[in-house]
T-cell receptor, first 116, second 113 residues
């Protein structure tokens, strides 16, 4: 099966600019996650979707970050305006409810964001 | 919420030696504990996992042990090889709550030939 697709792979922006990331999960996976991985740290969950509804966004900095999954498939994550500390790799992952044991938890290749 | 601590942050071993990475978690309701390997510039890849109804699980040179009472679990790699060099992450979740994983801070393993 095809994996989790993310784009772009790399992005460099100036602080206060806006940026958007796109994720296409594995076909049929109902659950989609966005994680932020700062260099040298473990991934931190930003938001979790179940189909097109938000399950958990408690760690999403809502003053600047937003995410949507309008049709329950693709998702976009936006940062507006970006700060220097937003420099990180943004990982998208998806899992299938049919595999309640997390075996279907697959990461995309990530988008490396550099804010200068 | 869940908090996962991972030690050590870096580990250097000689090829052929064993490596052990340890994690502790805070949420006593967590019952699923996967380990991921992340090579430089690549995505995290699941290498092994364990559930709370099992104390130990082994897959070739990799094994994971779980102590639910103490709330800690460990990754054991035997006969290490240079290609084992990577960053390893432990994670924990309540499997029946939507599969949300909380990750440890990672361990950079370096296997010297």
């Amino acid at each position: 099966e095809a994996g989790v697709a993310q784009s772009p792979r790399y992005k460099i922006i100036e602080k206060r600019q806006s940026v958007a990331f796109w994720c296409n999960p594995i076909s049929g996976h109902a659950t989609l996650y966005w994680y932020q991985q700062i260099l040298g740290q473990g991934p931190k969950l930003l938001i979790q979707f179940q189909n097109n509804g938000v399950v958990d966004d408690s760690q999403l900095p809502k003053d600047r970050f937003s995410a949507e999954r309008l049709k329950g498939v693709d998702s976009t994550l936006k940062i507006q305006p970006a700060k220097l500390e937003d420099s990180a790799v943004y990982l998208c992952a998806s899992s299938s409810n049919r595999d309640r044991g997390n075996y279907g938890y697959t990461f995309g290749s990530g988008t490396r964001l550099t804010v200068v | 919420g869940e908090n996962v601590e991972q030690h050590p942050s870096t580990l250097s071993v000689q090829e052929g030696d064993s490596a052990v990475i340890k994690c502790t978690y805070s949420d006593s309701a967590s019952n699923y504990f996967p380990w991921y390997k992340q090579e430089l510039g690549k995505r995290p890849q699941l290498i092994i996992d364990i559930r709370s109804n099992v104390g130990e699980k082994k897959d070739q040179r990799i094994a994971v042990t779980l102590n639910k009472t103490a709330k800690h679990f460990s990754l054991h790699i035997t006969e290490t090889q240079p290609e084992d060099s990577a960053v390893y992450f432990c994670a924990a979740s309540r499997d029946n709550a939507g599969n949300m994983l909380t990750f440890g801070g990672g361990t950079r393993l370096m296997v010297k030939p």
